[in-house]
């Protein structure tokens, strides 16, 4: 069995999803591994935080974030992204920590 990856993504961030979404649509066999929750970042921010973007510049995949507020909070950041990784279907392996990383040389 062939269970190499194009594309190993640490980190399950809007940036690890959004590699994960580009890694999807070229075809690619990817993986994100994240070492905490779900953008697991944005779950450690302030409960009542308010994002200094307005939600249309937090936007990935071309899925449409829809906020009730001019700039969104932390809590509508948060289902947001993980619509988007439900809804594609991304291959990611949540409490996983990347403790080291070795090339190994494949032959062709």
Known sequence: MDNLLDVLI???GPIGLSCGLA???KGLRYLIIEKGSLVDSLY???VNMTF?????KLEIGAVPFVSNNNKPTRNEALEYYRRVAVSANLSINLYEEV???KKKKVNS
């Open 99 to 101: 403790t080291d990383i």
């Open 52 to 56: 200094f973007s307005t939600s249309e």
């Open 44 to 46: 450690h921010y302030p």
């Open 23 to 25: 890694a999807q649509q």
């Open 10 to 12: 640490i980190g399950g």
